[in-house]
């Protein structure tokens, strides 16, 4: 193999790859990435960890000579990194080596054969559809915080993806840990329908997410079945992440959103925010308890801590209904307040033990549930 | 463009490097019994009962010596070690030094995880009497037991709970073994497979079987092979072999069933042989019952024919299985239901489930309770 590719691209794919790349690795092919130049002059750059693996294209300025080999994925793009820009980056084989020439640079570096690199076999994808790249990222970002990450629920490690027939057809995205709940409802794209459930994987969701960051212009095309998933994304050339699926069943999560909730408080959810990090300030880890006080268009925010005392703080609010006092993390309560791009957000209450819905109104797509704590 | 940090570095990350301590209590039953009763130091002491049924609940190392081990029929094990004295237990005095140990636990950390009464995990990340190493407050913990109970614990002091584990065991009796970050990895892979945790006999065969003897031959295998020969067990294996753990120690860890089971190294058949091995297993069970003081309303008996396949049985009381005669008439009434077994069996199993705690109401409800959940 023989390819010469301008350093800027081979960084800025390899950046992309070698975050799947575990620093880690006892099996020493899942340190490589696997570079497969053909004659047309398209260079693919590979990288896996056995549940997932990103494959990206770019153009070379020239293939020499077709063929392929895997490298280190971090020496590599440590040494992209260094090279000076605008410079011109030559790979080629020679014997069990790689040699990387770029200016006047020169390096040598190991490698395994290319056989050995393990290739996600996708099987069959039998429902393709397509959603644009920003609703995606804005779909992830909405729920990615709730996905759980312990390890022995290990069905909610991820997103949980699945289409529904409410008062229209729709594809909903739902994370959880037990204590919250995200969920993000969009239109089912054409040729959802009919698609398995399916729970994606924090770490492909983490990598997508990255990878979205780049090409948020146009759509992504999923491909699935029941056990795997594609996510095709433009920009130049292409990438493709390709992960395995969770393979275990998501709880039927329905059933904890309230839907008699009678209490409701409106608030900004800026101020709001602001309040809860204020007070929670002098939480210790172990009573990281939040107190909301309800009364007549106010919330009174209050923590007390055994070891650092007490904090309280009056917001201004819209409620109506019956005074009340209810707890939460301070934690869970501001990831779900960042969520919330408005000047109000709807909190939907019944009582201190019971579930509380949070959105930013009746038509948002996104929907929270938090349970309180004891307090 | 991504900084070249990968997931799980972010996902150890937000863990923090942490320090867990496995606490051991070496021989726990059979040296309390050595130290109350003096003329049975030196001796080759099982606790249990002696009778035809009995099984061995605890093994002094005198005893184990002659290869005298827990759960062992009490016939075999007097066949094995003809001075063998036994003692029957006194759970009430095991659980006062159980409590003994869990203060002095408690002196140095709060996030304390019992694993039963003679072990448990802690987790000192935060020093909270500044000691200033965790290998140091495991030798004070070491030094205040043996000054308050006058016996003799081991301590693993790692970064996660897998390797705390493993390195207690290490320089036992009463040592301690220090497995730092980095060693992890080569630390397990220089271990036989049997010394994993959930590894018994029967698995360890099977991977000889497949020419895995050592942490190191696991690790040569991946994560695929590893999930079509173990099932979803090998997904541990695949993290164990790596020495990875990410699980948290958990101070209010709480029990949902507790039981055992028994793998035959022949078959079983006949119905006698079918009701023996029940009454054993019985005997082993009811002793983990009794040691833990657990009261439950549901038992299971599970069953494992040749062909693989599964079946569990259970039976429900309205209030907690009392005592021995009520859990075993259960177990018995759900085995003889069962007779005549369509064909041979290589496991049998039972568990008692639905469990509440006796000194839950009296033990100060942790506040990590306090958040309430979701599912």
């Not at chain 2, 020093?127 to 290998?135: K, L, Q, V």
Request: charged letters at 30%; glycine letters at 6%; one cysteine or more.
């Amino acid at each position: 193999m023989k390819a010469t590719i301008e350093r800027a691209k081979l960084l800025r794919c390899l950046s992309h790859v070698q975050s799947v790349v575990e620093r880690r690795n006892t099996i020493p092919i899942l340190s490589n990435v696997l570079i497969e130049a053909s004659a047309d002059g398209l260079v693919k750059i590979m990288a896996t960890d056995l549940d997932l693996q990103v494959v990206e294209s770019l153009e070379a300025a020239s293939v020499e000579d077709a063929g392929s080999i895997t490298v280190s994925a971090h020496l590599l793009f440590d040494i992209a990194r260094k090279l000076p820009d605008g410079t011109q980056v030559s790979l080629e084989t020679a014997d069990n080596r790689m040699v990387v020439k770029a200016g006047r640079a020169r390096f040598q570096l190991p490698t395994l054969p290319r056989d050995d690199f393990p290739v996600i076999v996708e099987g069959d994808l039998p429902t393709s559809f397509e959603i644009p790249a920003e609703l995606l990222a804005e779909l992830i970002d909405r729920t990615r915080f709730a996905i759980s990450t312990e390890e022995t629920r290990y069905y909610l490690n991820g997103i949980f993806f699945h289409v529904a027939d409410d008062d229209k057809p729709v594809l909903k995205a739902a994370a959880t840990d037990g204590h919250r709940l995200a969920r993000f409802t969009i239109d089912r794209p054409a040729g959802a329908e009919g698609m398995p459930d399916v729970i994606v994987p924090r770490k492909a969701v983490a990598e997508l997410r990255k990878l979205l960051e780049e090409s948020m212009d146009g759509n992504v095309q999923i491909d699935l079945s029941p056990s795997k998933i594609r996510f095709t994304l433009g920009g130049e050339g292409g990438v493709v992440l390709t992960s395995k699926l969770i393979d275990g069943t998501f709880p039927d999560y329905s059933r904890v959103i309230p839907t008699g909730n009678d209490k409701l408080l409106k608030v900004d959810p800026k101020s709001f925010f602001a309040g809860v990090d204020r007070v929670a300030t002098i939480a210790t880890e172990k009573t990281r308890a939040v107190k909301m006080g309800l009364d007549t268009d106010k919330v009174t925010l209050s923590v007390t801590s055994p070891d650092n005392g007490n904090a309280a703080e009056e917001v201004p609010a819209d409620y109506r209904a019956e005074a009340m006092e209810i707890g939460f993390n301070a934690n869970y309560l501001k990831d779900i307040l960042a969520q919330i791009d408005s000047d109000t957000v709807e909190l939907h209450l019944a009582d201190a033990g019971a579930p509380t819905l949070i959105r930013k109104d009746e038509s948002s797509p996104a929907l929270y549930v938090l349970m309180p704590m004891r307090v | 463009m991504s900084e070249g940090k990968t997931d799980s570095d972010e996902e150890e990350a937000a863990i923090g490097l942490r320090k867990i301590i496995h606490v051991d209590m070496d021989a726990f039953f059979a040296s309390v019994e050595q130290r109350d009763h003096p003329e049975l130091r030196g001796k080759p002491v099982a606790v249990g009962g002696s009778s035809g049924r009995g099984v061995v609940a605890a093994a002094s190392y005198e005893a184990r010596k002659f290869g005298v081990r827990s759960a062992m029929p009490s016939v075999t094990a007097k066949r094995k070690c003809p001075d063998l004295i036994f003692v029957k237990h006194r759970f009430e005095v095991y659980r006062e030094v159980s409590n003994q140990i869990r203060e002095i636990f408690l002196h140095y950390t709060p996030h304390v995880e019992p694993l039963s009464l003679d072990e448990a995990y802690l987790d000192v990340t935060e020093d909270i009497r500044g000691i200033g190493s965790a290998t140091r407050i495991a030798e004070l913990i070491r030094t205040a037991i043996r000054e308050q109970t006058q016996l003799t614990a081991s301590a693993g002091v790692s970064y996660n709970k897998f390797l705390a584990k493993l390195a207690s065991d290490q320089n036992k009796p009463d040592g301690i073994c220090v497995i730092r970050p980095g060693q992890g990895a080569a630390f397990v892979q220089s271990l036989p497979v049997r010394r994993f945790h959930g590894i018994g006999p029967k698995g360890a065969e099977k991977m000889a079987r497949l020419g895995i003897e050592t942490g190191a031959d696991l690790a040569a295998k991946d994560a695929d092979y590893l999930r079509q020969h173990f099932g979803s067990f090998g997904d541990y294996l695949y993290r164990a072999a790596r020495g990875i753990d990410l699980r948290a120690v958990r101070a209010n860890r709480i029990r949902k069933s507790i039981g055992g089971e028994r793998t035959f190294s022949d078959d079983i058949s006949d119905t006698d042989a079918l009701r023996d091995t029940l009454e054993r297993i019985i005997a082993i069970v009811w002793d983990r019952i009794a040691e833990k003081d657990a009261r439950g309303r549901t038992v299971t008996l599970k069953l494992k024919y040749t062909d693989f396949q599964l079946t569990t049985r259970a039976r429900s009381l309205p209030q907690p299985v009392a005592d021995r005669q009520t859990f075993a008439r259960l177990a018995r009434e759900i085995l003889e239901d069962e007779l005549p077994l369509p064909m041979p069996i290589r496991l049998m199993g039972l568990t008692l489930s639905n469990l509440e705690r006796e000194d839950d109401a009296e033990e100060e409800r942790p506040r990590d309770d306090a958040q309430l959940s979701l599912l």
